[in-house]
């Protein structure tokens, strides 16, 4: 139990790491998207600080978990989980879209060590992790694959094709988190083109599926370290966009809105 409590403490003071120096990158670059960098960093903080098994001076290492960053347009909280995991120096973040840098605007494996795949049109992550998760189930690997997707992003096809895929050659070694913040770009997403009940589909395409508050760590913790069912399990993750800075959660405006410098004083007083 100390253990687990050291665990869920550690994410704790790593998401906030990463909430603060991604809205840093966000304010110097004066672009991004903050709003779903806040609703996913805390799925992604326990992944890389609770559940996966890596070793960041090895990028490549064969039997590594995966982790697929779907919704690739989040590169506030994948490069900055990837560098508090120690797979590049943070002054790296410092370039952040700045003409040259490896750390574009969209994710690109070619450039960054930790990038599994190159991730921004949506809709393409839970297909590759599904394929990645295939290879290993016929070699008889150890390794677990993750893969976050938004709830928006669902709209797309492709993501109901890997799911049918997925549930019918039982990949229990294959979990799929979605960031469900029920906003997308510009609107809802059960305004936009509705996906309620998401549990009940997931389950129909023979998942197991477990829904919770995606930004309580302990309970991340305990549902992505739960023993393997021989299926391949959704964590549907109920999550704010915005999360942790008052005048951006719940707000669409902010899917990719940019702080002004009272903005970013403000945000930096209220993420401690
Ligand atoms: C195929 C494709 N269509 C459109 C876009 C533009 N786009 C980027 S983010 C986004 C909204 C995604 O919403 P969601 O998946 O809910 O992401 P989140 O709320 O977690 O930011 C859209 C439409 C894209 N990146 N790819
Ligand atoms: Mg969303």
Known sequence: MTLHNDTVSRIKDKALWMRRRAFKMVHDAQLGHPGGDFSAIDVIATLYFGVM?????????????????????????????????????????????????????HPNRNYLPGVETNTGPLGHGLPVATGIAISGQITGSDYRTFVLTGDGELQEGSNWEAAMTAGHRKLGNLTWIVDRNRLQQGAGTEETNGLDPLDKKFEAFGWDVQMLDGHDHAALLTALTAAPTGKPRAIIANTIKGKGVSFMENKASWHHGVPNADQFATAMKELV
Not at 75 to 101: I, K
């Open 53 to 105: 098994s890596y070793d960041a001076t090895q990028p490549n290492l064969p039997n590594r978990d995966r982790f697929i960053m779907s919704k690739g347009h989040a590169t506030g909280a994948l490069y900055t989980v990837l560098c508090a995991a120690g797979y590049f120096p943070e002054s790296w973040l410092d370039t952040y879209m700045q003409p040259r840098s490896l750390l574009n605007g």
